[in-house]
């Protein structure tokens, strides 16, 4: 039976399968692809050996360049990710770390679960907050990767596919940190909805999920909210900015 285990590196969720072994020369990647070694890789204390393909969730078909992650160990369980990107017909080679190895956005969020409080119930769609709450026995302690950006995806009302999939979402400076929960403890953040997302709905009663991309967890049941005018006025983008001589 295949090993369908999980960990984290970066942003990658990685096969903890593809870790084990000695791996390769770095050259052995590099050469076939006319690649030379990048500036600074001696004296950032990158590893020469150990090197494999480590297999992603990417969507391949929506990247508009051959993507190949690559990955080494080194020491306490610090690794250095490469990226072998192909454009034009040319590659490339960039490299980071060291970066810490993490269990799986599974294994963090165990216990965890996104619920809608009664107070959320009425709310204006662009105040619409949601609890993170610790349903487990035990305390919940966040790892330095988890965070909680909460997106909001607008289904229509009484919908039963359940949360959409491939929902997109955008990251940006100041995530809500996370902290330290107890059994029956909650944290109550509040749910981003893209202004595009409320106009592309419309006027009337909708239904929204609620997603923790860090955690990759969902609400198991919509919200009803309801969009108005107000609401669509404030979605909309500012007018452009007009030049006066």
């Keep these: ?55 992603t969730s990417l969507n391949r078909a929506e990247l508009r360049e051959e993507l190949i992650v690559l990955g080494a ?20 080679f960039t490299f980071h770390g060291p970066i810490a190895r993490h269990p799986s956005k599974a294994e963090r969020s165990a216990g965890l ?17 949601i609890d993170v709450l610790n349903t487990s026995t035990e305390r919940w302690i966040p790892t330095p990767v988890d965070h909680f950006h909460t997106v909001g995806v607008l289904v229509e009302a009484g919908a ?23 059994p029956g403890e909650y944290a109550r953040v509040h749910v981003n909805v893209p202004g595009s997302a409320v106009i592309d709905a419309g006027l009337g009663l909708h239904a929204l999920y609620a997603a923790l991309p860090a955690l990759n967890m969902t609400s198991e049941l919509p919200l ?3 969009i108005t005018e107000e609401d669509l006025q404030k979605a909309a983008p500012p007018p452009p900015h007009r030049r006066t001589n």
């Excluded at 679960?113 to 769609?125: I, S």
């Excluded at 359940?162 to 330290?180: E, F, L, N």
Aim: charged share 20%; glycine share 12%; proline share 11%.
């Design 1 to 55: 039976m295949s090993d369908k285990r999980l960990a984290q590196l970066g942003v990658f969720e990685i096969p903890i399968a593809a870790l084990d072994g000695r791996g390769a020369p770095l050259a052995s990647f590099l050469e076939p692809r006319r690649v030379d070694m990048p500036p600074g890789f001696a004296a950032s204390g990158a590893p020469t050996l150990g090197w494999r393909v480590l297999p």
């Design 73 to 92: 160990p080194v020491e306490d369980g610090q690794w250095f990710l490469g990226q072998l990107i192909e454009r034009g017909g040319r590659w490339n």
């Design 113 to 129: 679960q996104l619920r809608w409080p009664q107070a959320a119930v009425d709310m204006p769609v662009d105040q619409v907050f």
């Design 160 to 182: 039963t596919t359940g949360m959409p999939r491939g929902y997109s979402y955008a990251y940006v400076s100041g995530q809500p940190i996370t902290c330290v929960l107890d």
């Design 224 to 226: 009803p909210v309801t």
